[in-house]
């Protein structure tokens, strides 16, 4: 279920169970309602978003943005519930994801990961693509 139709479920459950005026019901069921929302549109969660799907690790982010290391893991698991992890990078990304697995001796996710201060799992995805790019032809990095 999305996060919408989980959203739209809970707002009708409300009415349902409290009646028409919203400034009648419970603290805590406007809080979690509201919650959801603020998570999903609020500007430092859209950065938070981003270098998330970019593989940045959750001590990086949390360091660069002030938060803690367990609110970022936190927001990392949401997304992958909900299905919205889709790792992704830039064209230069690529380009210093394959320079670095040429360049190193016996290269595995977590080493690339450490050399490139990126997630393991953002490493096995974009290794991932970068082998599909060559098998297919496609050029994901200008070499």
Known sequence: MSSNKEMAAEIRAAYANYGDDPDKWPKDVKKEIRGQTEEEHTAENKILRHLILHGYTNKDIAEERSKT????????????????????????????????????????????????????????????????ADSEGKNYYHN
């Open 69 to 132: 290391p367990q609110y970022i893991q936190q927001l990392r698991g949401r997304m992958r519930r909900r299905h919205e992890l889709y790792y992704q990078a830039t064209p230069d990304e690529f380009v210093q994801l394959k320079y670095n697995v040429k360049h190193m001796n016996k290269p595995n996710n977590k080493g690339v990961a450490s050399v490139m201060g990126r997630d393991k799992d953002w490493v096995r995805c974009m290794r991932e693509k970068l082998r599909e």
